[in-house]
């Protein structure tokens, strides 16, 4: 039997190539959208992919389960429980074949029986893998979004990503009820989850790519939770915003995701362009969060590129609007033999895993900021506030916006702060103050992102807190203050 776990970064999601080396046949599990890595594996171990499946219908990525299907040749395999509501539309079309609890797929002499294990969505299996000729029985279990290390799927995503009213505490008991089937199985089965560590789908998820069963009974707070009251109650409390782009997530891979052939690679514009570009379409300036402070294109969004990158484009950006990338200069070698900066290339296939599959092109940056002041435009700036100007602020009346999380405010917090997450910011902006707006995040990261966003939306009077909450307590231990400074 051949394993190998192929782990994605910014995702932090596992999917799992597993093959016979007795008949070459190998199967993939919950596969990205990006299928070359599962083939080139596939071709240096001399196995051929035949078997395609995945545990659920994914929240936080494009399924690449029909994409691998058409690659190969491979028989697509997909869950049939979880109700009407949770079919995958495109099923029949594919001629998927669809699991039931207890069916098994063979793969050479491999053997994957599906376990039911629904809760963080209603169709969700597992799958338990046996490598027969060992003839020692099963060794171990493909678990998806269901158990991870130190945590468990989360049951409210069906509420308040996709919308779906009054889902999650019979969710939660749902997944209380799988968790019991669980503990059921043997303590020396390997368990293979579908994330680790950084990924939204759980709330403290272990960075080790893979445990056992024994060992998630006594150090895994969900599968040693026995009483069902007590389990709702924790499983739901503290659980992250989810992104706002998980809802078409949902949609994208239940009706199911355009097969594209090959990654898309966007072209380069020419840097006049920008000057419909920013009014046309969405513009991310992926310099540094510094850099963009200084000047900007007006209406252009600040993402620089990092681990979060996809996260906050799909949080941000809609999904039917055309998408153009400013890519930092000293990156800028994309002109000579098909050679692609570190920033476009992984922007660009971050964003296609996510299914912003509109964008138009790249130019860059610096070359955009040229043509625009060129043509006789003004760029835009971010004001900087340093906490120190802040406590001693003399001017116009300010208010402190702070776009962390719901559990990061809830553990401390500005006084007299108000609080409207990053992701809710375009929404709610209409119930901030007319004037005076001092956004801040944890370190510093995120409120750049919402000084662009307040730009964009036309607040001229957005300012950035140096060093967020962080640097704001830092401050105060120093001083042995607390007072507020903001109405």
Aim: proline share 7%; hydrophobic share 45%; charged share 20%.
């Amino acid at each position: 039997m051949f394993f190998r776990q192929l782990y994605d970064q910014p995702l932090a999601q596992a999917s799992y190539l597993i093959g016979c080396q007795a008949t070459g046949e190998a199967i993939v599990v919950d596969p990205l959208r990006d299928i070359a890595p599962y083939m080139h594996v596939a071709a240096a171990e001399g196995l051929r992919i035949t078997h395609v499946t995945e545990t659920h219908i994914h929240a936080d990525f494009v399924s690449g389960a029909r994409e691998l299907a058409a690659a190969t040749g491979a028989q697509l395999f997909l869950s049939a429980e979880g109700g009407t509501d949770w079919q995958y539309a495109f099923a029949a079309a594919d001629g998927a074949t669809l699991l039931h609890d207890g069916d098994v797929i063979s793969v050479g002499n491999l053997r994957l029986e599906a376990m039911h294990t629904p809760g963080h969505t209603p169709e969700h299996i597992s799958f338990i893998v046996t490598d027969t000729p060992r003839g020692a029985g099963p060794m171990g279990i493909l678990t998806g979004d269901f158990v991870f290390v130190g945590d468990v799927g989360r049951p409210d995503l069906l509420e308040r990503a996709a919308g779906f009213a009054d889902t999650m505490r019979a969710g939660a008991s749902t997944l209380f009820r799988s968790l019991q089937r669980f503990r059921q199985l043997p303590d020396h089965l390997q368990v293979w989850p579908g994330h680790g560590a950084g990924s939204a789908c759980g709330k403290a998820l272990g960075a080790v790519p893979s445990t056992t069963v024994g060992y998630e009974k006594l150090a895994n707070w969900g599968v040693a939770e026995t009483d069902e009251t007590r389990f709702v109650t924790a499983v739901l409390d503290g659980q992250p915003e989810p992104p706002r782009y998980f809802a078409e997530m949902k949609r994208i891979n239940r009706a199911g995701p355009p097969v594209l052939g090959r990654m898309p690679i966007p072209p380069r514009l020419a840097p006049e362009s920008i000057l419909t570009h920013a009014t046309q379409s969405w513009v991310l300036d992926m310099r540094p969060a510094a850099a963009f402070a200084e000047q900007f294109v007006p209406g252009t969004l600040s993402l620089p590129y990092s681990r979060s990158f996809s996260t906050w484009t799909g949080t941000l950006v809609p999904y039917d609007v055309d998408i153009v990338l400013l890519i930092p200069a000293d990156e800028d070698v994309a002109t000579m033999h098909d050679v692609l900066s570190p920033t476009l290339r992984n922007a660009a296939h971050d964003l296609t895993l996510i299914g912003l599959d509109r964008v138009v092109g790249w130019m860059p940056a610096e070359a955009a900021l040229h043509a625009w002041t060129a043509a006789g435009q003004t760029l835009d700036h971010v004001p900087q506030v340093t906490v120190e100007q802040l406590v001693g602020w003399s001017g116009e009346s300010l208010t402190v916006v702070d776009v962390r999380g719901e559990t990061e405010w809830r553990e401390g917090h500005v006084p007299s702060a108000v609080h409207v997450p990053l992701g809710a910011l375009s929404a709610r902006v209409a119930e901030l103050p007319t004037t005076g707006i001092v956004v801040h995040c944890q370190s510093g990261a995120r409120s750049a992102i919402a000084a662009s966003v307040l730009k964009r939306l036309g607040r001229s009077d957005g300012r950035n807190l140096v060093g967020g909450y962080v640097g704001w307590r830092a401050s105060h231990a120093r001083a042995a203050v607390a007072t507020p400074f903001v109405r």
